[in-house]
C-alpha cells in the first residue's frame, strides 16, 4: 500500500469532493482505533472487527448511508 488507513482517511477528509463520504475501517484490532481517538478525530463513521459478517456492514450501510438519502 502507497498509505495506510488513516492516511487515507485524512486524504479523504482533506479533498473537499470526498469530505463527507462515510469512512467504515475493516480491523483486527478495533480498540488501536478507538484507544488513540483515531474514530473521532479522522470522522471514521464506523469499525467493524475482522473476522466480519458481511451482512452487518451491508445493514450498517443501509441505515446510515442509504436512509440518509431519503431523509
Known sequence: ???????LCRALRED?????????FLTADPDALTAD?????LGIAAV????FH???????VENHVFSSRTS
Not at 16 to 24: C, K, L, M, W
Not at 54 to 60: A, H, M
Open 16 to 24: 473537499q469532493r470526498y469530505a463527507e463520504v462515510p469512512v467504515v
Open 48 to 51: 467493524f472487527e475482522k473476522p
Open 37 to 41: 481517538g483515531a474514530v473521532d478525530d
Open 1 to 7: 500500500p502507497v498509505m495506510s488507513g488513516r492516511e
Open 54 to 60: 458481511p451482512e452487518e456492514i451491508l445493514r450498517w
